[in-house]
């Protein structure tokens, strides 16, 4: 058969709201692989979705979004800048508490559901009797916007600003739809309180007397990208008070919500080392009951068998013009074997290898093949060839890709000087990809020796030679090794995390190996005499 060429592949985007425009959804309903969790993700009790940076959870909600499926109505939200700058602005206006953000946020996420029920239930469902609380409040919204609502979170908070006005409109349309000729209740922006547990009563009245058609979830997302001009602290109690307000409405209310076929929810999506930092009671039993954790796992043995193989080798397929059986594509543009440990292996197995089981990782990767591929004079073969996997080129371009990654993630918690910081620390390795644990702990007491002459504050995560060594394994920066029968067992964080074992642990006094994939990065591979400070 004819395939595409190389050049006119397209591999998708990094960040997977892009598949939200409207010109981009064909393509990503075609390629998207409908795996167990996406069923999973559906079940009442799903509160929470789970996965490291690039697993997939955006492209979940976005596929969920982007169309009904099994009569579920889904729309997927983002937490901006400016929505944590009204947080904070709101709470230096209103001087908040925890307590506060949990309520302003019940609000928000009725509000939110409410629009999407209203925008998504069959035509002419408000006219019914049973529903004619929401209509109430949906008028009082209209009103209060001046018609012009948009159902995003921004939107939504600036009620918070005018609770009492907002409060008085929802009274007044409720004592005319009665009958009656003036408000029975007083507001004032001193109650502020008192204005929002009003609101949130008649949201939980309206929504708790409808008969669904449909399910509705709202996701939010965007929460492990904290702005740099919003102190950690304060993202932190905004965040809280969102996983509290959910988990309530959720498990409190929405779930007690009688004789409606159609059901309501609102899922969170999360990084484990947030899903813990946001300090949720039991939290054990909620990452195993209320979570979906996206684990794409596979081994080199049976990879062709994976969700990871099939959501990469989907993308190259479904742009062709035949129908294909699994890896064919990925075969024809990826023909060439890899002699890895002295023996031939597929060329797959080279990405799991410079990878960390995740399909940005993959795709990153063939982005980034692709583009040299197109920068290159030489002959065209129409495939790849394990020259293009090999380059200095590409091995540099793509471990600074896993870098930035890592640099992403580290922004939730520390400022770009703290990041600058980390880095310093692999000099201290002076080159070696394996070191054992005395070898470890000499490193990171140079280490340590650097940052106190140079007058820079020292960060939380280098506060002590184990704290420091568990840090690099949670952000998969190295790996311990398990001698097992006489054999070397790699254990990575993300192959370890499981539903039972949310944070895996790193294990001392053995030998650890930094990863492949960031070696061209942190200038890893050429070993350095450290008493002679030369190239060995």
């Given amino acids: 058969m004819r395939y595409k060429l190389i050049e006119n592949l397209r591999l998708g985007f990094n960040d997977a709201e892009n598949y939200k425009h409207r010109k981009n959804k064909d393509l990503f309903n075609r390629v998207f692989v409908k795996s167990e969790e996406l069923d999973l993700l559906l079940e009442e009790t799903t509160y929470f979705l789970v996965g490291d940076k690039g697993t997939g959870k955006t492209a979940y909600a976005v596929f969920l979004s982007n169309s009904e499926y099994k009569n579920y109505q889904s729309s997927l939200k983002y937490i901006r800048e400016t929505d944590y700058r009204k947080f904070v ?18 609000v928000i996420l009725y509000l939110l559901i409410s629009k999407q029920i209203i925008q998504n239930e069959p035509k002419g469902f408000l006219e019914k009797i049973y529903s004619r609380k929401l209509n109430i409040l949906n008028s009082a ?14 939107y939504a908070l600036n009620i918070m600003e005018e609770t009492s006005f907002a409060a008085e409109l929802i009274a007044a349309k409720k004592a005319s739809f009665s009958g009656e ?39 939010i997302d965007g929460i492990d990208i904290r702005p740099s001009n919003i102190e950690y602290h304060e993202y932190l109690e905004c965040i809280k008070g969102l996983a509290n307000a959910l988990w309530t409405i959720n498990s ?6 009688k004789d409606s076929p159609g059901r309501l929810k609102v ?9 813990e930092s946001i300090g949720l009671q039991n939290t054990n039993n909620k990452i195993a009951d209320n979570s979906v954790l996206l684990d794409l796992r596979t081994s080199y043995n049976v990879y062709r068998d994976s969700v990871l193989f099939n959501i990469v080798d989907n993308l190259l397929s479904k742009q062709q013009d035949s129908n294909l059986t699994r890896g ?18 597929d060329s797959f197995i080279g990405f799991l290898r410079y990878g960390m089981s995740r399909p940005r990782d993959i795709i990153s990767a063939m982005d980034i093949m692709k583009a040299e591929y197109a920068s290159t004079n030489r002959i065209k073969l129409g495939v790849f060839t394990e020259d293009d996997f090999e380059s200095r080129e590409f091995k540099n371009k793509y471990s600074e890709y896993l870098l930035g990654e890592i640099k992403d993630q580290l922004s939730f918690y520390y400022a770009l000087s703290d990041y600058e910081t980390f880095l310093k620390f692999f000099e201290f390795l002076y080159g070696r990809y394996k070191f054992g644990y005395n070898s470890y702990l000499i490193s990171f007491n140079e280490y340590i020796e650097h940052i106190e002459s140079s007058n820079v504050s020292k960060p939380d995560f280098a506060e002590t030679a184990d704290g420091f060594l568990q840090f690099l394994y949670n952000l998969n920066v190295i790996g311990f090794i398990d001698k097992v029968d006489g054999k070397d067992w790699h254990r990575w964080c993300y ?29 890893i591979g050429k070993v350095i005499d450290r ?5 060995k």
């Fill in 89 to 106: 602005s709101l709470k230096q206006k209103k001087q908040l508490e925890l307590s506060d953000y949990q309520s302003i946020w019940k």
């Fill in 141 to 154: 919204i209209d009103q209060y916007y001046s018609n012009a609502f948009n159902p995003e979170i921004l």
């Fill in 181 to 219: 000729s003036k408000v029975g209740t007083s507001f004032s922006e001193s109650r502020f309180q008192m204005n929002l547990f009003y609101i949130e009563k008649q949201f939980e009245e309206a929504l708790s007397a409808l008969k669904l058609e449909k399910s509705h979830t709202i996701f």
């Fill in 252 to 257: 409190d209310f929405f779930s007690n919500i």
């Fill in 267 to 275: 899922v969170m999506l999360l990084r484990p080392d947030i899903f």
């Fill in 328 to 345: 064919e594509a990925w075969d024809h543009y990826f023909p060439y074997k890899l002699n890895l440990k002295g023996s031939p292996d």
């Fill in 495 to 523: 192959r370890q995390r499981s539903y039972s074992n949310i944070s895996p642990k790193i294990k001392t006094h053995t030998e650890y190996t930094i990863h492949y994939g960031l070696g061209k990065a942190l200038n």
């Fill in 531 to 535: 008493t002679k400070n030369s190239r």
